[in-house]
């Protein structure tokens, strides 16, 4: 049986997903969560939407608490830039802002891409969705688990990879690291009641 948390082989690749963004250092556009947020309301954001991503990024601070505390060496306001803009298909596919449905992603990262978004934050569109299908970065991953974990929702495959990335990076062994991360996934989750009853707007 093949291990589900190997990293991706070039062959779950899909042709057009390119390589996953790189060094820590990498400038990108828009470069804070005050310009990201104003793109997006610019683009006609709902307010659901931009809910959401508070929401979201309630999460994702806690994830890069833990990840300032390790000392991980991940491109924090990459996340916190990317949980800004991952949604941005749904001002397209407004539907999606209630139910499930993959069509906003490429939509979004398309849209993102006409806006002169960095490809690097624009593939968030796709791979918050589709970190399983595509090779992406630690911090892809971490908006990725942000997006499931601000409502409460668990996901064991997307977090054991999380704590595989995170422990290749600091050099550890992935169970010295298991308890502390899951510990932290568990708190936050819990108060995914409270954060789907403060999205109804
Ligand atoms: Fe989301």
Redesign the pocket.
Same mark, same amino acid.
């Given at each position: 049986m093949s291990n589900p948390y190997a990293p991706p082989t070039s062959t779950d690749l899909p042709a057009a997903s390119g390589e996953p963004p790189g060094p820590l250092d990498m400038s990108i556009n828009p470069a804070s969560v005050e310009d990201a947020t104003l793109l997006l309301a610019r683009l006609g954001a709902p307010p659901r939407l931009l809910r +959401?991503v508070a929401l979201?990024s309630e999460a994702g601070e806690r994830l890069l608490g833990l990840a300032a505390e390790l000392d991980l060496p991940i491109n924090a306001t990459l996340v916190r830039v990317g949980i800004v803009l +991952? !949604?941005a298909g749904k001002i397209l596919v407004s539907a999606e802002l209630d139910a499930s449905g993959g069509e906003h992603e490429p939509l979004g990262q398309d849209l993102l891409l006409k806006q002169g978004v960095s490809p690097a934050l624009a593939r968030i569109c796709l791979s +918050?969705a589709r970190w399983s299908e595509m090779a992406v970065s630690l911090e892809e991953l971490l908006v990725a688990l942000s !997006?499931k974990l601000w409502k409460g929702v668990r996901n064991a495959q997307l977090e054991e990879r999380v704590i595989n990335e995170a422990a290749k990076a600091l050099k550890r062994d992935p169970w010295d690291l298991f308890v502390q991360l899951d510990s932290l996934f568990e708190d936050v989750a819990a108060g995914g009641t409270a954060r789907l009853e403060q999205s109804r707007v």
């Open positions: +959401h979201v +991952h !949604d +918050h !997006d």
